[in-house]
């Protein structure tokens, strides 16, 4: 057994991002993203389909390497996470990406994955815990079989039975019913209130006003604004804020 | 459809009777045909997974390579068997021509590329995101290929059926270099043969009735696997 994570104080800098930029080819996805993350924070990224919130959530979580600028990690840079540190610092994070990724196997089974993965012991009890939290049960029921909302409350709950320092989830609630999302909500402020630290990108701004403490704005790749989810929401420093919280941008 | 019945009556007696020549016949079938397939699965299984997790230059010439060789006829293959294991040939010491041995080598040959190529195709078709999940909860790469071998378990299931399949009905390779020698290397398809060819139809029909029959048998227990859908 690995040990489960114990969570970071409270406003210490876990995350930090320095002037990071992401290119394809010629096409330029992330441009001078600078930002920090404290611990016990929710963050939300806000912004249109296709402004880089994916591209940045999958930096953080090492899935990607950025093109330039500087990502430091519990105050180490990620260069320093080669190998087994790499994995190491994985398994402090945990990530729910927007396209479901449910094995073909039991609700059990997917649940308990990054338990086996970790190497923990008393998995049964994880698992059911977890699923409890998004009320939910192992019912031996196929996972391919469940509803979109249903689905996605496994995949939370798999994040939630491995307790990660730093929970990314990017779209949790996209296309899934009010009452599943409502459930998945309670389940992260919950996890929140525990000391987990979540980012969390939504093209829901809504989503974003009920959960998070700070929002960030993202546009064409860029920072647009960052700050206190109800001084974003009250008085945007920005235009292109104002039209996003207004419905005019999609 | 005379013949027919009097087959299936012949096939059912055969059985019935346990007779001697049909059992010695139909075991050395399964044994061949179920050896080469477990060291296909072996072989092939571990090189598909290395071939569709790794990039590397020369890639797509691979895969071209063992998609041809799933094609390749069988006869071809126990010619090229045949040249290595005959007396002036590579591995000619080893005395191995026209033992059951050569008709594994020769069988295994033909079923590792098709274990390869569709247990390939099968770990090709899981989804990005389920390999993002993996590598975002810190599985390392031992864990990474087995909880995908675990996930492609069907396609892999189907690629051991097809290699079974080609293995125990394949009689071109393994009549060069077995020789269908009676009590010793004659297998159930190279029977059918010679017995069509002296026109023992009924008995030719009647092996080939068992032969389907072991390879329903075989099959049906793969299948079961196959379907257990839930894992806990």
Redesign the interface.
């Known amino acids: 057994m690995k040990g489960r994570p114990t969570h970071d104080r409270r406003g210490d800098v876990i995350v930090g991002l320095h002037g990071i930029g992401r290119s394809i080819g010629t096409k330029r996805i992330l441009e001078d993203i600078t930002l920090d993350i404290e611990a016990g924070e929710i963050l939300a990224i806000i912004g249109p389909n296709g402004c880089g919130k994916t591209t940045l959530l999958r930096i953080i ?1 090492l ?1 990607d390497r950025p093109s330039g600028g500087s990502l430091a990690l519990w105050g180490r840079p990620a260069s320093w996470y080669r190998d087994t540190r790499l ?2 610092a ?2 402090r ?3 729910l ?1 927007q ?3 449910l ?4 609700v ?2 997917n649940v308990a ?2 338990l ?3 190497g923990e012991q008393d998995i049964r009890r994880h698992v059911q815990q977890a699923l409890k939290t998004v009320e939910m049960r192992a019912d ?3 996972a391919l079989t469940l509803s979109g909302g249903e689905a996605q409350r496994v995949l939370l709950a798999r994040m939630i039975a ?1 307790s990660p320092e730093l929970l990314i989830l990017d779209e949790p609630t996209a296309d899934i019913d009010p009452l599943n999302t409502a459930i998945i909500e309670q389940a992260l402020r919950a996890l929140n209130r525990g000391g987990m630290t979540i980012v969390l990108a939504t093209h829901n701004i809504f989503q974003a006003r009920r959960l998070a403490d700070r929002v960030l704005v993202m546009n064409r790749g860029r920072i647009v604004e960052i700050g206190p989810t109800e001084r974003v929401f009250a008085r945007p420093g920005e235009r292109f804020t104002k039209r996003l919280i207004n419905g005019e941008v999609i | 459809m005379g013949v027919f019945i009097e087959s299936v009556l012949h096939a059912v007696r055969l059985i019935a009777t346990l007779d001697p020549e049909v059992l010695s016949i139909a075991w050395l079938s399964l044994r061949i045909s179920l050896t080469a397939v477990v060291l296909a699965s072996l072989i092939g299984i571990p090189v598909a997974v290395l071939l569709a997790q790794r990039r590397f230059a020369g890639k797509r010439l691979v895969m071209g390579l063992i998609h041809t060789m799933m094609a390749v006829p069988p006869v071809v293959v126990g010619l090229v068997v045949y040249l290595f294991l005959s007396r002036d040939g590579l591995l000619g010491g080893l005395d191995l021509l026209f033992t059951p041995l050569a008709m594994i080598i020769a069988q295994l040959l033909m079923a590792t590329p098709i274990v390869i190529g569709v247990s390939a195709a099968a770990i090709n078709a899981i989804d990005r995101s389920l390999i993002d999940s993996l590598v975002s909860l810190g599985a390392d790469g031992g864990q990474r290929v087995l909880y995908l071998v675990r996930e492609a378990r069907h396609g892999l299931i189907t690629a051991v059926v097809t290699g079974f399949g080609a293995a125990i009905s394949e009689v071109g390779a393994i009549i060069i270099v077995g020789g269908n020698i009676r009590f010793h290397t004659r297998a159930l398809t190279t029977a059918i043969v010679l017995e069509t060819r002296r026109g023992n139809f009924e008995l030719a029909m009647a092996l080939g009735i068992i032969l389907i029959g072991l390879a329903f048998m075989i099959n049906m227990a793969l299948t079961h696997v196959q379907q257990s859908q839930v894992r806990r």
Request: hydrophobic share 40%; glycine share 10%.
């Open positions: 979580n899935l994995q190491q994985r398994l994070m945990g990530m990406f396209k479901c990724s094995f073909n196997a039991s059990h089974a994955i990054g086996e993965i970790r031996g029921r196929n491995i």
